[in-house]
């Protein structure tokens, strides 16, 4: 388990005891990550992020093409694991849960736990952080290299 | 969509029954339910189809097959669980007082019927 945002850590590692999911992957809205279990590759990492992300983006949009309230949970069933993808709000902005699980548990049970999830996270939050400066692109590249090093031990 | 309520229906006018539901077996999701106000169907269905699914890891690797019937007894009720065939299982919440063997026997033939 590793995460950016160390108040994560305790509810996400109850989640994934409970729930028994094989990865979990944590991030806010525009791809960055905040936590994640499971991942073993950098790599592997922000792709799965990306595509999360992505797919969350254009389901929202679908919805909003068909005039539906936005998806709230997307689940993509395959024969070895499943794919759980859900958005949620927190006091730190909309963030995006992926969590791939296989036939050791069930749909049912990743759901209860991740409503409950949510609730800790919420709960959990601290106050969103003042306002930063202008982002400059090596101010960027230094933080997603220290998110990096904090997320695989690097 | 074949309608559970008529059998759900027969199975909560057992005395003390709280509730019951049939659950898909593969994701533990609520088919169809009936349930007194203020329990919670969800986690509910996502447990019993869980526990239904180790215990018939257990029985197969013990060599008896599927389990038909789960009764788990509580201090304060009785949770029931029976197999209505590989996609569905059908759950029973009993309170002190329900008559088991009769709930029991409702829930098996309701099973019976699935399978």
Not at chain 2, 83 to 110: I, K, N, S
Request: glycine share 8%; charged share 20%.
């Amino acid at each position: 388990m590793r995460a950016v945002e160390p108040w994560v850590v305790g509810p996400l590692q109850t989640f994934v005891n409970e729930s028994s999911a094989r990865l979990a992957l944590l991030m806010t809205a525009s791809g960055q990550v905040i936590a994640q279990h499971g991942f073993t590759g950098a790599l592997d990492l922000m792709a799965a992020a990306a595509l999360g992300c992505g797919i969350v983006a254009s389901s929202t949009e679908i919805a909003a093409q068909m005039r539906w309230p936005p998806f709230r949970i997307l689940v993509h069933q395959g024969r070895r694991a499943a794919h759980f993808l859900a958005a949620f709000d927190t006091p730190r902005g909309r963030w995006i849960a992926l969590v791939v699980f296989g036939r050791e548990t069930k749909l049912g049970v990743v759901q209860v736990f991740f409503d409950r999830l949510v609730g800790e996270l919420r709960a959990a939050a601290p106050p969103p952080p003042a306002p930063r400066r202008e982002v400059l692109a090596a101010d960027f590249e230094q933080e997603l290299n220290a998110s990096l090093r904090t997320l695989f031990g690097r | 969509m074949p309608n559970y309520q008529p059998h759900l229906d027969a199975l909560t006018r057992i005395r003390d029954i709280r509730g019951a539901m049939v659950v898909a077996t593969g994701d533990g999701l609520v088919v169809a339910e009936k349930l007194m106000a203020g329990v919670e169907s969800q986690p509910l269905a996502a447990m019993a189809a869980s526990l239904a699914g180790r215990a018939a890891d257990l029985t197969e690797r013990s060599g008896y097959g599927l389990p038909r019937f789960l009764q788990l007894q509580c201090a304060d009720g009785t949770l029931l669980v029976a197999t209505g065939g590989p996609e569905l299982v059908l759950v029973a919440l009993a309170g002190r007082d329900a008559p088991l063997g009769l709930a029991r026997l409702e829930l098996l033939r309701l099973a019976e019927r699935l399978a």
